[in-house]
């Protein structure tokens, strides 16, 4: 069977000015996912992880190699993705609502259909938010929000449409401790309920650990996956596992990795 | 307790302006008074208010001209203004390529010009409205280019790996997040236009307020000078409220987002 999202053998240069040599991003990198994983991409700042998302996104084409998702080789935006970032990078002159239904003015079917079923959309961007403990919020500006509510709404924007495939970009990376780790859980349970595929760059490797079925760890410019590490720690998982001995041991061995490639650099 | 404080601290903001104006010619009268300053100098508001009152009709008319002389070099900027900022602001590199462009000829003197647009055009209204719309004109256009070109690129990835296209992202965001720009640059644009119209009205004009201050300094009609003056203080402020009305009632938003991103 092949994988869900497969990314094999990218290689990404930015030009930079013309005569200038430009920047080499990713060197004959690959990855794959399956349907339905978690996938978490880790590695030090700088080494090509938001280039890897725009690749598989279709907004940047690759120099060599194949990028494929769901069997289909990427040759533009594809549809079935919905994105968040660290960011939340709300509209503050729509209401929360309106954020979370802007996919749906853009992503046919449901952009034709909208304005005939207003109200069954509504229900639904109103149903998504209450699983994310935004219940009622609906009416609010994004400005009367916390930073961690914000990113709420984020993550709903990004899943309205139902896209199989989530990619995140450091979504948690600006907030604090207590904050992230509830969103961890948000993430989770959101993952379990609608099972869609996750791709999440983060550089917090606790994060990773706890989220992903499979941590992939890249090298520093040109970057490359260097270790994919499957981590087997049984599901449903609760934030008391991370103080567990396998858990920390988990993080320890991504550590040591990550100081590795980051020597050779 | 608290809410009653509020509201006099409110009430307190409100009125200071006011009151500050008030008490500036209060104390312009007592100094004319006390100094016995020469009325061909420096008139007293009494003075000229007299003047205003006398002469109320030529004030009227001539405030007349130069408001409608204003409003349509004002409405041209806007509409040219805001056309050739989408163009700019469209693309980054068009942005970035023009940007300089635009800041020089910007900084170009539009008052140099009036001479040529005499010749051009001859005395009268023409060269006051072309005046007042060069000089209004780059502000908005720098402002609506602006206001497209700082969209965040993360926000325009999102739209884009949906499908959106170009229209669709700048008629969902660039736009709407372009307003306050705009709604800022037309407070700013519209006393800079009437600055230009009453420059050209000094020089070359039969009528407006600039022509009736020429005159009136010509003739040694101090007083009416200054009344001149306080009609063309009035109108742009007018105009002035106006516009910052518009903004805070139409973009909001913008106010109370980059509020609580201060606070
Ligand atoms: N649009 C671009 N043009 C030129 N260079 C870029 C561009 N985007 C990213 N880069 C460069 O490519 C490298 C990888 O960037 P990025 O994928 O953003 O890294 P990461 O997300 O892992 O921090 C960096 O050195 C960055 O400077
Ligand atoms: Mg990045």
Redesign the interface.
């Known amino acids: 069977m092949t994988p869900f999202v497969n990314i094999y053998r990218v290689t990404l240069t930015y030009r930079g000015s013309p005569g200038s040599a430009g920047v080499l991003a990713l060197q004959d990198n690959s990855l794959q996912v399956e349907r339905g994983e978690f996938a978490a991409v880790v590695g030090p700042s700088g080494c090509g992880k938001s280039t890897l998302m ?1 690749l598989v ?3 940047v084409r690759p120099d060599a190699g194949r990028i494929a998702v769901d069997g289909k080789e990427v040759a ?4 079935i ?1 919905g ?3 660290q ?1 939340p ?1 709300m ?3 729509r209401t929360v609502l309106d954020n979370v239904m ?2 749906l ?4 079917p449901h952009r034709s259909r909208l304005r005939k079923e207003k109200k069954a959309y509504r229900e639904k961007a109103e149903a998504l938010l209450a699983t994310v403990g935004l219940a009622g919020f609906g009416d609010r ?4 929000l916390s930073g961690g509510m914000q990113q709420r709404v984020s993550l709903c ?2 899943l309205i ?1 139902e896209p199989e495939l989530l990619m995140l970009d450091e979504p948690f990376g600006a907030l604090d401790a207590f904050t992230r780790e509830e969103l961890w859980c948000v993430l989770r349970d959101l993952w379990h309920k609608l099972g869609f595929t996750v791709i999440l760059v983060t550089h917090d490797l606790r994060e990773a650990t706890f989220l992903a079925d499979t941590v992939h760890v890249m090298s520093a410019r040109p970057g490359r996956i260097v270790e994919s590490r499957r981590i087997d720690l049984p599901r449903p998982r609760d934030i008391a596992v991370t103080y567990e001995p396998a858990f920390t041991g988990i993080v320890h061995d991504l550590r040591g990795k990550i100081a590795e490639v980051r020597q050779q650099a | 307790m608290n809410g009653l404080r509020n509201r006099l601290i409110r009430t307190a903001d409100a009125t200071a302006p006011l009151l500050f104006t008030v008490a500036l010619f209060v104390i312009w009268e007592v100094v004319c008074r006390v100094f016995k300053v020469d009325p061909f100098i420096l008139p007293a508001p009494s003075r000229i208010v007299e003047a205003m009152i006398r002469y109320w009709q030529p004030l009227l008319r001539h405030s007349f001209v130069t408001l409608w002389t204003t409003m349509v070099g004002f409405g041209l900027a806007v509409v040219f203004g805001v056309a050739l900022g989408l163009v700019v602001g469209w693309s980054r590199t068009i942005y970035r390529s023009l940007y300089p462009v635009m800041i020089g000829f910007n900084t170009i003197p539009k008052v140099a010009v009036v001479p040529i647009l005499v010749i051009w055009f001859g005395i009268g209204e023409v060269p006051a409205i072309i005046t007042a719309f060069l000089i209004s004109f780059f502000p908005i256009v720098v402002n609506v280019a602006t206001g497209l070109a700082t969209m965040e690129p993360e926000l325009e990835d999102v739209l884009r790996a949906l499908g959106a296209r170009k229209l669709d992202i700048m008629l969902k965001v660039g736009i709407p997040r372009t307003l306050p720009y705009l709604y800022g640059s037309l407070k700013v644009a519209i006393t800079l236009a009437f600055v230009g119209t009453v420059v050209s009205e000094t020089i070359a004009a039969n009528a407006g307020l600039g022509y009736l201050m020429v005159q009136a300094g010509s003739n040694f009609q101090m007083s009416l000078v200054f009344a001149g003056l306080i009609a063309l203080a009035i109108e742009g402020i007018a105009m002035y409220a106006v516009f910052a009305y518009v903004e805070r009632k139409s973009t909001r938003w913008a106010f109370r987002s980059s509020m609580s991103a201060g606070a």
């Open positions: 725009k996104t279709g907004l533009g935006p594809v549809k993705v994105m968040a970032f960011n990078n509209l503050p002159w802007l996919p003015e853009i992503v046919q500006y994004p400005w009367q924007r990004a449409h």
